[in-house]
């Protein structure tokens, strides 16, 4: 080769690397913008979601607080708790115990659940119910003590004093608003989440009152793919997945891997308090 042509190259080496070198960073350059601008926006969309299933909820709770503030609720909660009035606290609870457990065990027929699902409250409650039976799963009220008063539907049991839900908007008197993952409820054939409300009288706790809402519209929410690989779950405070843009079939691998994770996970747990039990 010429000694001229042999220059020409070189010269022509030189002058292409530090083009190449610009071209290679700023390629790797696009790529990482790229990357960070589908991350925001996907965190954009999750966000967008989960604000409309915040606004959801908090239009539930909205709607359960004004119907607790009901006349027609109150006088029925305020006539059970006169009930107990004069009576020790025992024999009250002794009272309810028997009636819960009749109630279990006669269902349908039993006469104290007969009687409060047919009283005014009961009726009124299955009215509201009735006008969107695809929104609202059950509609029930509770006394002081978590005996039920009314309700749109047989209840499983009459003392509801002893479920957590309970416990937590009784909030030993004070009262709060508690929010209830159901997940799938047989005894309505649908995912529900209960909004939980105390009633109050003056300031004062005087009974519960619970909604079990139908979650249709927030499952809709979720709405289409994203893309071929790309999707968007819902999922439970316990991790179980509600709702997937996936398939059902995709749905089961990804449940059957966070399963597979999860054993795993407990696995090395178990194996590292094993070690250290045997250090000691």
């Known amino acids: 080769m010429k000694i001229k042509l042999k220059l020409a190259l070189l010269f022509l080496g030189v002058s292409l690397t530090p083009f190449i070198l610009v071209s290679i960073i700023y390629i790797n350059g696009s790529k990482n913008m790229l990357k960070e601008s589908i991350n925001t926006s996907f965190e954009r969309v999750a966000k967008e979601k989960a604000n409309s299933i915040d606004s959801i909820i908090t239009n539930r709770v909205a709607e359960v ?49 007969n009687r409060i699902l047919n009283n005014e409250v009961s009726i009124l409650l299955k009215e509201y119910k009735n006008r969107n039976s695809e929104k609202y799963g059950e509609i029930f009220v509770s006394d002081k003590n978590g005996a039920a008063v009314a309700m749109t539907k047989t209840l499983s049991d009459y003392y509801q004093a002893d479920e957590q839900w309970w416990g937590n908007a009784f909030n030993d008197g004070e009262g709060e608003v508690f929010i209830d993952d159901r997940g799938f409820d047989s005894s309505v054939g649908a995912l529900v989440i209960g909004v939980v409300v105390p009633v109050k009288e003056s300031g004062k706790v005087i009974g519960v009152l619970k909604i079990n809402y139908k979650i249709k519209e927030i499952i809709n929410i979720i709405g289409e793919p994203l893309g071929e690989t790309d999707f968007i779950i819902l999922a439970r405070s316990q991790g179980d997945i509600i709702a997937s843009s996936l398939g059902a079939e995709n749905i089961e691998k990804l449940e059957l891997e966070q399963s597979i994770k999860s054993l795993e996970k407990n696995l090395a747990i178990e194996s590292t308090r094993m070690k250290k039990g045997s250090i000691l």
Do not use: C, F, H, Q
């Open 65 to 113: 607080e004004l119907l607790a503030e009901t006349p027609e609720i109150k006088d029925l909660i305020k006539e059970s708790n006169s009930s107990y009035e004069g009576r020790n606290t025992k024999e009250v609870m002794n009272e309810i115990i028997a009636i819960d457990e009749s109630w279990i065990k006669s269902k349908e027929t039993n006469e104290d659940a």
